[in-house]
């Protein structure tokens, strides 16, 4: 079959990223601008901004995808773009642009979900040499500032993605965020979570920060109640935490919330009877994750992928080869696509659900 190239357009959050990409997922090109340094004045993404934003950086981004895959729109095959989950006046400056350049060019408009293109950015190859990624099924974990799900995942389709359990208040990304603004840290917190946590001691910081998700054979995952106890722990202290304190928190914190991924990841895999895990989204960048989760696998005979950073964060070259895909498999929407804050996969995990909900959602398939 005749191999497609495709722009990727992605403006669900705070990048404004933009990527030609082809459906045999060779990334051609990969122009990210992070609205970070903006948004971090405010503590947090500001979803007014982030419009405005992606208005402004849009067509340069754009552009510059296409120069550097050497790519005239001409020689496109399709325009995809983020249409779901993310905040509404976001995704419309993405949805805007691609809408314009395909009907100017005739060239066909596809929608993504932005979580489908999380779950897939594993097969993107930045190389000709780079692997192909792991063969279906496998169970996706997916792990952002925005989400926090674990899916079975049998194929590249929509309908192809199970949720199996997703968290029923914070997503992990953002219980780092908020950790690391209740310590002073900065935003975003991920990273300078991570990197304090590798200089502390988890051991002498164990006490203030309780087990995430009491029930362990549950598929559910919740963070608020450690970010509630950090919360606590600091608004109590008299005096002002030092770096070592500050480091000692961050790594028993990190490692709470690591243990509930990695544990429910692989009860996972085991209910599914699965032996491929795939991490993606944001937080698959935090060391820790990456070594337990990678351990937990070997332990197991559980094959551990996760993506370079380029392809966990948020980035066009996934929503790009997603929707060369679906172009592939002959799919493509008319020009009223319109966004939604909602993911097009079925959830089966409720928000702030609470213990009924869980209990009548844990293991959907029994
Ligand atoms: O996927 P992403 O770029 O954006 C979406 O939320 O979709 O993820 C951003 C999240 C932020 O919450 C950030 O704090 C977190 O990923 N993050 C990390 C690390 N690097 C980024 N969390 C933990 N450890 C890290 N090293
Ligand atoms: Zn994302």
Not at 44 to 67: M, N, Q, T, Y
Not at 323 to 336: I, K, S, V
């Amino acid at each position: 079959m005749r191999v497609l190239k495709v722009l990727g357009i992605e403006t669900s959050c705070d990048e404004t990223a933009a990527a030609v990409v082809t459906s045999d997922s060779l990334v051609l090109s990969d122009v990210v601008k992070s609205q970070i340094a903006i948004h971090a004045l405010y503590g947090g993404v500001v979803p007014e901004i982030a419009s405005r934003d992606h208005a402004r950086a849009i067509v340069p981004v754009v552009r510059e995808a296409l120069d550097r895959a050497g790519t005239r729109l001409a020689d496109l095959d399709g325009i995809a773009v983020t249409c779901r989950p993310g905040l509404s006046g976001a995704l419309l400056v993405g949805l805007q642009a691609a809408k314009g350049l395909a009907w100017s060019t005739g060239k066909p408009l596809i929608g993504v979900d932005h979580l489908v293109g999380h779950l897939l950015a594993v097969f993107l190859r930045r190389g000709a040499e780079a692997p192909a990624g792991p063969a279906y099924p496998f169970i996706g974990l997916l792990v952002s500032g925005g989400h926090t799900a674990l899916y079975r995942v049998e194929g590249p389709a929509l309908t192809d993605v199970r949720e199996l359990g997703a968290t029923r208040d914070d997503a992990a990304g953002e219980a780092f965020d908020k950790v690391a603004k209740l310590l002073g840290l900065g935003y975003p917190g991920g990273p300078v979570v991570d990197r304090r946590a590798a200089l502390g001691d988890a051991t002498r910081a164990r006490d203030v920060v309780p087990t995430s998700m009491a029930r362990r054979d549950s598929l559910e995952f919740s963070f608020s109640g450690i970010k509630t106890a950090v919360a606590r722990h600091v608004a109590n202290r008299p005096e002002p935490m030092s770096d070592d304190d500050i480091n000692d928190l961050c790594a028993a914190f990190q490692g709470t919330v690591v243990d509930a991924l990695v544990r429910k990841t692989m009860r996972a895999a085991e209910l599914e009877g699965l032996t491929r895990v795939v991490v993606s989204g944001g937080v698959a960048a935090n060391r820790g994750l990456r070594e337990r989760m990678t351990s937990a696998g070997a332990k197991r005979g559980i094959q551990v992928f996760i993506p370079p950073f380029a392809s966990c964060t948020d980035n066009a070259a996934m929503i790009a080869y997603v929707g060369a895909l679906r172009l592939a498999a002959g799919e493509r929407d008319g020009l009223d696509l319109a966004p939604s804050t909602r993911t097009a996969l079925l959830r089966v995990t409720r928000k702030g659900g609470g213990a009924r909900a869980s209990r009548e959602h844990d293991h959907p398939r029994k």
